[in-house]
């Protein structure tokens, strides 16, 4: 690489940069606000889509976006974690400031994401309304959501690309790009849903082609910048080839964190289809609150993004005792969120549901999941914080088996206890996976921490 362009980039992220040198509370907090509001409103995808077809086209096609929403966040959850994945070995190289493999780690996870992108969305295409039928769906609601899903998984590259490019430049040190970009996108994303559905009269339709313009235009913005303002994520044509080492690295980082997030979607999906007995506004109900969730989930997900890139930089550049400053630093701050979420939760959750719907049945169905959950996702913050640490760490493999446990365990208590007390049978099924994680990892990752610290002194 030329040294102008090293430079530059050792301006951005090296051993001067805030990560590295800064206060661990402030350092965190600034970097995880844009990463923040970035989440928030990536979700507003999804919110925004809820709500146009609520108050446009009703009830019907409603349930085909909340039946189809799992399957799409399943899809997803396998692209945008094989990301996060390569997203913690290209922190750490970038606190070691090897530019030279962050350049070939690159061009071997783009092209390899892009390929396995591709046979996910074909797989997609072809399998929608096997996968919606098999759920015990309704007929009449199964063709509603096909529409949207085959529509969806067609533009799913561009969804990709957009959450790649976006993992590469916060892993770089910058955080704020990728929500400037998200920013943008999200409210053309609102003006096109209106403009479409209601305007034009294209139902369901709309609201996915939409869905799929926005993650183009914030794909192509986002490979643009990094093109013009991050030299290590620059390709050249001859640099996207196959190299067997740096392969086996980027696959050993990318498939542990991409399963996780597929199990736990995975687990969601079951745990619909159980519910299906108790009737479609129970689960548009259920689906409803999920989003809401998804919504609270946001700031938890962005301390734990943001803590995961300070630890990998940290450790990637030898200096072990801000790693377990950063981690406790993270646990406090998911502690203090809680504290207020919760509480916003248990107060407002009929009008957080109410959002999406006018229908009486789903608005009460959703309100009893999000108010019972309010300050049980206590144990769902500390997860997230612990599997930030071990993902910062490099721990990839054991988040994955713990994630995968958490999720077993509810499924199973899913089964037993939705015929006996419905929805409040899915929140303890819930939250004893939250308990279980925490039991698995938590008492680990403080002796963990404390080993980091014990090394650095000898």
Not at 36 to 57: E, R, W
Not at 183 to 211: M, P
Not at 307 to 316: H, I, Y
Not at 359 to 367: D, I, K, L, S, Y
Request: proline share 2%.
């Amino acid at each position: 690489m030329p040294h102008r362009s090293a430079a530059r980039l050792y301006r951005a992220a090296g051993k001067h940069g805030a990560l590295l040198n800064g206060a661990p509370l402030s350092t965190l907090l600034y970097f995880a606000l844009p990463i923040i509001l970035g989440n928030i409103f990536q979700q507003l995808y999804s919110i925004v889509d809820a709500i146009v077809v609520g108050k446009f086209l009703g009830d019907l096609p409603l349930a085909g976006i909340s039946v189809a929403a799992p399957i799409v966040d399943v899809a997803n959850a396998l692209v945008i974690g094989g990301t996060i994945g390569v997203g913690v070995l290209c922190a750490q190289l970038c606190g070691a400031e090897d530019w030279g493999r962050l350049r070939g780690m690159n061009a071997m996870a783009l092209l390899g994401g892009a390929v396995l992108t591709l046979a996910i969305a074909a797989l997609g295409v072809g399998c929608s309304m096997p996968l919606l039928r098999a759920q015990g769906t309704e007929e009449a609601v199964c063709r509603e959501a096909a529409v949207y899903l085959r529509i969806v998984f067609a533009g799913l590259l561009c969804c990709f690309l957009y959450n790649y490019y976006a993992a590469m430049l916060r892993s770089c040190g910058n955080s704020r790009t990728p929500f400037v970009i998200l920013l943008v996108s999200s409210t053309l994303h609102a003006l096109l849903d209106v403009l479409f559905v209601g305007v034009f009269a294209w139902g369901i339709r709309g609201v996915a082609y939409s869905t799929v313009l926005c993650q183009a235009f914030s794909a192509a913005w986002c490979i643009l910048y990094a093109e013009r303002r991050c030299p290590p994520l620059t390709l050249r044509r001859g640099e996207l080839h196959f190299e067997r080492r740096m392969g086996a690295a980027v696959l050993s980082y990318a498939w542990a964190a991409a399963l996780q997030q597929a199990v736990v979607c995975i687990g969601r999906l079951l745990v619909q289809g159980m519910l299906t007995p108790l009737g479609t506004n129970t689960v548009t109900g259920y689906n409803m609150s999920l989003r809401a969730e998804q919504f609270l989930f946001c700031f938890s997900q962005g301390i734990s993004a943001a803590m995961v890139v300070g630890l990998s930089q940290n450790l990637g550049h030898g200096n072990k005792a801000r790693v377990r400053r950063f981690y406790s630093v993270g646990v406090r701050v998911e502690l203090a969120l809680i504290a207020a979420l919760g509480t916003a939760c248990y107060l407002f959750s009929a009008q957080l549901v109410g959002l999406f719907s006018d229908n009486a049945e789903v608005v009460a169905a959703g309100a009893r999941y999000t108010g019972t959950m309010a300050y049980l996702y206590l144990f769902a913050f500390l997860g997230e914080v612990i599997q930030g640490f071990f993902r910062g760490l490099g721990r990839l493999r054991l988040t994955m088996v713990a994630s995968l446990l958490q999720v077993a365990l509810r499924v199973v208590l899913s089964y037993l206890l939705i015929p006996v007390w419905g929805l409040y049978g899915v929140c303890a099924a819930v939250v004893s996976g939250w308990v279980l994680l925490v039991l698995i990892e938590g008492g680990y990752s403080i002796q963990t921490a404390r080993a980091l610290t014990a090394a650095k002194r000898e």
